[in-house]
Every structure is written in C-alpha cells, then in structure tokens.
C-alpha cells in the first residue's frame, strides 16, 4: 500500500499570503489529522477530521482551518500568513478504529519571508 | 503545554552500544506510540504499546510502559550509525479527542 503522500514538499510565501497543504492517506483511512512541528513549540496538534467531518481542533488561531473530501483526502488551509507559521506540516492517517496507529506524510516544509 | 517529556535530550553513543530513551506524561492514556524522525522529515512509526501491557518488543526495540508512573521508556539494542535520528513518545490520551500529544524529543546520535 502506498504511504500517505502530501503536496508540495516545500513552499516558500511572504506574510500576509494564504497557503493550502494538501495529504491524500493510506488508501481505506478515513482519519485525517494534521500536525505543526516547529523548533520552538515541539509537535502540536492542528485538526483532526473524520468522514469530512472535523472531530477535535488543537489551540491554533482561525487562521488556520481543513477540510476533508468524500474520498478522504484532506487539505489544510493558512491565511495571513505569519513569520511564526514557518513549520514543518505534518499529515497522519489511520483506519477508523481509534486508539490505533497514526502513519505520517513526509511532510510540507512551509517557509514564511 | 506537552503531554510528554522526554530524557535525556541528546543522546550520543557508539554503535553496537545500547540506547535508552525515558517518556513521562500526565494524564490517562489509551496507549503510547514511538516515532522515530530524521532530519526533519516525516515521522515512522515504532512501536505501540497499550495501556493494559507492560512490556513489547520489535526487533531491536524494546518499550516499557508503567502506568502508575505515567512513564515508558524505549530500549534500543545494538545501535547502528542508521538509528541516528529524533526519537518522540506520543500519547493517545483517554478522552474523545482523537489526537495524539508528543513529548519534546531526544536527539540521538550513534557514532560509527
């Protein structure tokens, strides 16, 4: 089975522009979470979405928002960007059972000027 | 503020050493993952050890998990220069949220 896949890999954006990530999950996952590693804060959180529905969202500003599609892939959205949104994004899928593994994306490194 | 703490920070050892990460965390858990992160890449998944086991092994891993505690540790036998990388604990806390909370890392490194 093919990994979980995101585009692009690397994005370069000044402040105030919006960015869409986007993450396709192992073929037969419906969960779709989103994560923000930076140097400062660690790995954090973003949203989580299910059956195009989001279920949980981390403590990230409305700036930040995702959506889920029917066949699961998901995207994820910044607008106005800021110097601080400079972070690696990660996606991770996992089948519907909670409490199971999540497999991450390679990841979207994300550079703000 | 993380769930997760990890120790040590930075790890370095010469191969064929054995390596030995520490997780402490706060709260309740459904279960407890390690992955595994180079350079800045994606993170591979390790090993999963739920909240009713004590102990499991993968390979040259080996995880242990005490819940009175709140504490898990991973056991890496044998290390080669390739197992250079970010070790995370992240745990699947027991409520309906359905994310995980990662600890802050150790960076190891594995001397040839």
């Known amino acids: 089975k093919a990994g979980v896949t995101q585009t692009p890999r690397y994005l370069i954006k000044t402040r105030g522009q919006q960015v869409t990530l986007s993450c396709s999950p192992i073929s037969g996952h419906r969960s779709v979470s989103w994560y923000q590693q930076t140097p400062g804060q660690g790995l954090q959180f973003l949203f989580e979405y299910f059956s195009e529905t989001q279920r949980n969202k981390g403590n990230f500003p409305g700036r930040f928002s995702g959506r889920q599609f029917s066949n699961s892939r998901s995207e994820m959205n910044v607008s106005t960007l800021e110097l601080g949104d400079s972070a690696l994004y990660l996606c991770?899928?996992?089948?519907?059972?909670?409490?199971?593994?999540?497999?991450f994306g390679p990841g979207t490194r994300l550079l703000v000027l | 503020s993380q769930q997760g703490e990890e120790d040590p920070q930075a790890l370095s050892i010469q191969e064929g050493e054995n390596a030995t990460m520490n997780c402490s965390y706060k709260?309740?858990?459904?279960?407890l993952q390690w992955y595994r992160q180079n350079s800045g890449r994606g993170l591979v998944h390790l090993i999963l050890i739920r909240s009713n086991e004590r102990e499991k092994h993968s390979g040259r891993l080996r995880v242990t998990l005490d819940t009175s505690k709140k504490s898990s540790s991973l056991l890496i036998t044998a290390s080669r220069a390739a197992d250079t990388a970010s070790y995370f604990c992240a745990t699947d806390v027991m409520d309906s949220s359905y994310k995980l909370i990662f600890g802050s890392g150790t960076r190891l490194l594995v001397r040839p």
């Open positions: 991770a899928s996992r089948l519907v059972v909670e409490k199971e593994t999540q497999y």
């Open positions: 709260t309740s858990i459904n279960n």
